[in-house]
DNA sequence: CTGAAAGCGCTAACAG
DNA sequence: CTGTTAGCGCTTTCAG
């Protein structure tokens, strides 16, 4: 099923069948509707890959991220997709599993298809992957992560400020012995920076953390209640503990409550990402919002405006995440 | 940068060059090095639109799912992503907010990139979406549900068996005065056909649901809280409430557990999908597994068959959910 | 083992 | 407003 049956069954050239589909030129009404007719009753759907190839347009938009089983991506790309939707722009999606290997293979394997422009998360790259993009010569926003040289554009948080803010908010209201609970995951540079934040912040404090659990894999509620068990046999003087998520955070509220521990009282928490999730626990542990569904917005907003030729390359947007302080950081 | 630069940095046809590129055909070593060279030093990222045109094999597998926001979809599509990792094909995603019209511009979109293979959530379509993928002529596999007459193939799970066996469980545990809890959502056919094999069940025990409630929007934990607070309002005599999804199931037994109410004495619970989250909550919740990356997984593979030219078209798998008892219904 | 010719299905550019 | 011509960058096919 090609153009030139529509031609054929409209009695119409290719030409003209092609700028009916398209809508681009001027064409008669008669002709069009001729055309539009024979085009539905064959139940043509064009194919993009010669359009493509003819127009050297796509409209694809290429999305990089490192995963889809921590349902910060999704949301991500939720925002992403659902600001393209107003645009003829599609996202497709490659996912590294945080592999810098993987993601050159994932980006090489997405810049075949010539996107129209790409949105990456993290500003860690490969010289590579670096190399690559530059020859690509499309637009590309950083998303997530403000924290580095973005190679163009970038929209993101700062993750060692959003450490740093919620040490001073912690030694603002008093507590001074202090544990971190996070991934094990060296690749993860935001989880990395934000706990140079937070601990830079502590030293400038005099202060240095007590204790650190790690956990990988498995329910993260689960490993929350069991890390924070384990930090507090360990370290039992521990008067706060930072969780580098909130659902870590969230197993280790519940398992402290069912213990009838006083939170804030006793031991203050706080979580980072501000999921919904939140919402509905016994009592909001305190987080910090990663904006994750405005930066996939704005990055598909930026891509849009680049490819409509408007805005500037290396524009960088810097999202605050508010301090939610919750019921489990006492007030200062 | 085509592949004409690379012929020309290394001395080598455009042929062979390609040849090369594609581990197609006998190259001699010396001609490969060469190529490889050249192509490696130019940053030359092959052009997949032309090739494809060229050869007519696209290397796409189209997915599409009604969203990114429920985390059953993002885990049906790391399934589908993993499995599909090991093989040359990549997925391309769309979604369509479970609206039937968004629903055939989105296959009409993936369809015109004439992807290799097909992978849809759902057995409901229009009469323009099955005209579409009839003509398409490619595997096409629809997940997730399997009551009804599938396209082509099909792997999912019977919601409709799903609902009846919740529903026997129940009654087995002498549970007789029930409601129901669910999203306010008439286009997500599969939560109705859990309701219906579910009420049909009840029915035929001569029982029938006293009390409903439905919600829309917002952080599904709350409006659990909110939703069993209001049915338990109007109807205080439910011994046990059924909830289509874990979420609000996790929601309503956080409330009625922080009140104090005798879980599964007083009142019995139960949800829907089998979501890691419900292992770390204070009590289990009962649940049935939805097998959602076992789905995913199950179709890439099918897909990844017929692509090869192994499997036959129209084979149906059914998987079984496990039922989980958890701490929230009775044994019997 | 290597190359030349032809064309995938469409659209840019130009001519009427 | 409509049609013709010439590719887009690659691969298929066939010839050496």
């Known amino acids: 099923m090609t153009l030139r049956d529509v031609s054929e069954a409209s009695g119409v050239s290719e030409m003209t069948v092609s ?16 055309v539009q007719e024979a085009a539905k009753l064959l139940g043509y759907v064009p194919n993009r890959i010669a359009g493509s190839l003819a127009s050297s347009h796509v409209n694809l938009v290429a999305v990089i991220i490192p995963s889809l089983k921590n349902m910060v991506f999704p949301e991500v790309l939720s925002g992403i997709s659902d600001e393209l939707d107003e645009s003829v722009l599609q996202p497709v999606v490659g996912v590294t599993g945080y592999r810098p290997e993987k993601e050159e293979q994932v980006l090489f394997e997405m810049l075949s298809w010539r996107p129209a422009g790409l949105i990456i998360a993290g500003l860690e790259h490969s010289d590579a992957s670096r190399a690559m993009l530059a020859q690509a010569a499309i637009p590309v926003v950083e998303i997530m992560d403000v924290d580095g040289a973005p190679i163009d554009s970038c929209v993101g ?19 001074r012995r202090i544990g971190f609970l996070g991934t094990q995951m060296p690749l993860d540079h935001r ?13 400038k404090a005099g202060i240095e953390i007590e204790g650190q659990e790690f956990y990988a894999g498995g329910s993260a509620l689960v490993k929350g209640r069991e890390m924070t ?6 370290h039992p003087d521990l008067d706060f503990l930072y969780y580098s998520n909130d659902m870590i955070g969230a197993g280790g509220l519940l398992y402290l409550l069912e213990k009838g521990v006083d939170v804030p009282g006793k031991i203050g928490l706080a979580g980072f990402n501000g999921v919904e999730l939140l919402d ?15 930066i996939g917005m704005e990055a598909a907003r930026m891509i849009k405006a680049r490819i409509a030729g408007q805005g500037e390359p290396g524009k960088i947007m810097t999202m605050t995440p508010r301090l939610e302080l919750g019921q489990t950081l006492i007030r200062s």
């Open 229 to 234: 068990q384990a930090i507090l046999d360990r």
């Open 191 to 203: 989880a990395r920076k934000r706990f140079e934040g937070f601990t830079r912040t502590l030293a």
């Open 280 to 294: 509905g626990l016994p009592r909001k542990l305190a987080t910090m919002d990663a904006c994750r569904r405005e």
């Open 157 to 175: 948080i700062s993750h060692r400020r959003a450490g740093h803010e919620m040490a001073e908010a912690i030694l603002r209201a008093g507590y």
């Open 19 to 34: 700028r009916v589909l398209r809508n681009k030129g001027d064409v008669s009404a008669a002709t069009r509707a001729k």
